[in-house]
């Protein structure tokens, strides 16, 4: 257990948006910036397991910072940032699929929007065994290599059979426009 207080005082002590916060909030109030973490966590798990208003809390948590950081990411010149956040945008995409066809059914069960939390935490966390990386390399990619040209071929043919909707209701729009202005050039 020393050894995870003393992995979570180090990442107090780094530098970034959350630590700065808490350090203003420390130089603010005199309470130690690991008191207000511990606090904060607490708070917020019992309001995930117990709180109205859970599943918009834990899809916050899950949106807001990693959109931040994506976007610090994006202005960066460095590319591994990219790449960790587009793999936890592709997990967080399947993952809210999935969730759209069991999301009846699970959230009945208790804790469910603090599991569910604590999944999209484990996803953004900065360690190399984080969720996006886990899951990507170990379920999202195997099945993309497996399956992209069947996709890739779907897709070509839906966008064929739509353009060429398009183009035949765009005719025939103009068809229609040219004989409703014949018909009302006759009437004059």
Known sequence: MGSLQQRFQTFLDQPSLLTDLLGRLEARTGVKRYYLATGTITF??????????ASLLCNLIGFVYPAYVSIKAIESTDKDDDTMWLTYWVVYGVFNVAEFFSDTFLYWFPFYYAGKCLFLVWCMAPVSWNGSQVLYQKVIRPFFLKHH?????????????????ASTVTREASKAAVNLGLESDKTK
């Open 44 to 53: 917020l798990g019992l309001y995930l397991m117990f709180g109205y208003g």
């Open 149 to 165: 040209r069947i996709v890739d071929s779907v897709i070509s043919d839906l966008s064929g059979t739509a353009l060429d909707a």
